[in-house]
């Protein structure tokens, strides 16, 4: 018997229900309506038979075992066949099972947590012996980075360079800003920093520093009017902050304010991934709220499933990854929104030519990429790219990272690095090939 939670007020009338199986790892899912979820609330469920998805906070879901995943199975096999095979089945039968022993001790130091930080849930699990000390040092990570970059405390390194206008920055700051001015160049300035004034128009900078997030977003407010946005806009470029990354000194143009809220999170996965390698650790998994980040293999030697999770709510995953020291991360307009006194939801995704809600025909871009950092800042820009702007920015640089793309229209793309890797049950993925 495990409580349940609530995780997100997904509309006026249904939430979503969230559990932590501490021994599993796997965070389940289940949307019901609200009245539905006050009695499971009050008399703790079990798991079982609720309709409940495995998965995750953000748009990503991590799929530990293959069978819960569709689509897969083909891959499953992957290890079947080879026993017996010159003939010397009883040496390899022994070792075979010396080698599956090796498995069930690695699977057994399986070390788990869960918390909320940077506005979100977040997931960390590694396979260690000293993995409660090693997950202490993770949260620590995480928790130093939120307080360097959260542009709501006024104690941040963030805030005060936004109040002063300029400033000395420290060794994340340096790396975050000078990867967010190379994404801004890669992108035709899709990913922009210096989109924090338009935020603020918008009232999502409010928004995320209120502790009653989940229910705001559903709560009509006032959207801003085209000469606010306008104004607002006119700030927006980060092709005008003056910043030398060798000394770390930094100068914004008047008015000028940077949100690192669109690349944080998955800083902070890398970072907590190199953490992880300097202490030892060879297979670990991490969900920061949707920016899912794997190092090595599952303990099996298999490749990490990672699903991706289906906007529209009606499958328990649209797609699924297979990988090894990857970080697979999801932009969607459906992950953070307001609600308009017009009854229409605005997304958190903006479009910097505009100051709108980027609208480009995409639903869900999804990166796979060894940069945590860079995958965070790509699953923006790309999304504010829309499919054919977000293809050829692949095509410029195939080999730095590869994308899944779903339109509003129901089609899906994938990228030609990860054919062989991705499968779906839902949709017949297109290939985008190099050009
Ligand atoms: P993500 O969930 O990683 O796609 O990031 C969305 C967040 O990035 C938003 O909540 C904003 O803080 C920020 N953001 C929104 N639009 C942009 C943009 N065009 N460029 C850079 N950051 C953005
Ligand atoms: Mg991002």
């Known amino acids: 018997m495990k409580k349940w939670s609530i995780f997100r007020v997904n509309s006026v009338k249904k939430v979503i229900l969230v559990q932590h199986l501490p021994f599993t790892g796997v965070i389940k899912y289940m949307r019901c309506r609200k009245s539905f979820a006050a009695l499971a609330l009050a008399a703790v469920l079990t798991v079982t038979g609720c309709g409940t998805a495995n998965g995750t906070a953000g748009g990503v879901k991590t799929n530990t075992e293959s069978e819960s995943v569709p689509g897969t199975d083909s891959r499953g096999g992957e290890n079947t066949g080879t026993a017996g095979r010159d003939g010397g089945a009883a040496a390899e039968n022994e070792s075979e099972s010396s ?42 990570e995480i928790r130093r980075i939120e307080s360097l970059f959260s542009t709501g405390n006024p104690e941040s390194e963030i805030a005060k360079i936004n109040a002063d206008g300029e400033g000395k920055l420290g060794a994340d700051a340096v790396q ?129 499933k990672v699903g991706i999770r289906d906007p529209a709510g009606e499958h328990t995953v649209i797609g699924v990854i297979a990988c090894r020291d990857r970080a697979v991360v999801t932009s969607g307009g459906y992950e953070r929104y307001i609600t308009g006194k017009d009854g229409k939801t605005y997304h958190h995704i903006i479009d910097p030519k505009t100051g709108y809600p980027a609208e480009n025909g995409l639903v869900s871009v999804s990166i796979v990429c060894d940069d ?64």
């Open 372 to 435: 945590g950092t860079l995958a965070d800042g790509l699953s923006t820009a790309l999304y504010v790219l829309g499919k054919d702007g977000a293809a050829e920015c692949w095509r410029e640089h195939p080999d730095l990272f590869d994308a899944v793309l779903l339109t509003k229209d129901g089609k899906m793309y994938i990228t030609e690095g990860i054919e062989d890797d991705f499968a779906s049950d839902v949709y017949d993925a297109e290939v985008i090939r190099r050009a």
């Open 99 to 140: 080698a599956k022993t090796a498995v069930k001790a690695r699977e057994k130091d399986i070390h788990e947590r869960t918390i909320f930080a940077m506005t979100t849930v977040m997931s960390l699990r590694v396979y260690h012996p000293d993995g409660e000390a090693i997950l202490d040092k993770a949260e620590e």
């Open 176 to 304: 975050l800003l000078d990867k967010s001015l190379s994404i801004y160049e890669m992108t035709n300035g899709a990913f922009d920093i210096t989109i924090y004034p338009v935020m603020r128009a918008w009232g999502f900078t409010e928004l995320y520093d209120d502790e009653n997030l989940i229910e705001k977003e559903n709560t009509p407010v006032d959207i801003p009017d085209a000469a606010a946005l306008a104004e607002a806009v006119s700030l927006v470029d980060s092709s005008a902050i003056e910043f030398d990354p060798q000394t770390g000194e930094v100068r914004l143009p008047e008015g000028s304010e940077i949100d690192f809220g669109g690349i944080a999170k998955g800083y902070a996965a890398q970072r907590v991934i190199g953490l992880f390698e300097e202490m030892g650790v060879s297979s670990a998994m991490l969900d920061l709220g949707g920016n899912v980040q794997v190092l090595g293999t599952k303990p099996n030697g298999k490749d990490w």
